[in-house]
């Protein structure tokens, strides 16, 4: 990978640990001195501003690989001043390659309010026996959901016990939703 490819590659790293990540510490100023210290200072603050706007594009749009090709190669082909290189849209190819799916699923953990379920075990209960009755066979399902708080906060476990009834109507519940899941999809 030639300089300009790396660097380039390098500054859309910083870019998307601040924008995306919340690492402060990459700014605009950081990015120069350590990446494009001999590059002019209105010349750095172009590129830093056309690589922010591309990145923000394809992470908004969550570009898949053919159309960020067509994408880039169209913002390569512009012959305008401050165009992107064939360098620099190889670059952004291979950084999105790789960061990519961290990203989107850095932008789900950002949008999720709300606790998500994180794991379900059950099991089901037999009572044989009790003290006045000889042979009883009463069986109960033990439900328990492990919920993620999310930012490294420790889950929250929830026991349900439900009887048969309490089952049925709760499997039924399930159904419903997921037919409106494939009902969207």
Known sequence: MSDDKKLYHALLNG???RLYFGDE??????LKGELYSEMPEEEFQMLHKSAERLLTNIVSSDMDFAKLERFLGAQAAKKTEGALTEEQAQAFAKFW???R???????????????KLAAVSWRVDVKTKSRHIEE??????????????????????VQVEVDRTQLNTLLREVAAIEQELKATV
């Open 25 to 30: 510490t990459m700014t605009a100023e950081f």
């Open 136 to 157: 009883l066979n009463d069986a109960t399902g033990i439900l328990e959901l492990k919920l993620d708080q999310g930012s490294g906060k420790s889950a929250e476990v």
């Open 97 to 99: 390659k790789a960061q």
């Open 15 to 17: 870019l998307c640990q």
């Open 101 to 115: 799916s961290k990203v989107q699923e850095r932008l789900s953990e950002l949008s999720c309010w709300e606790k």
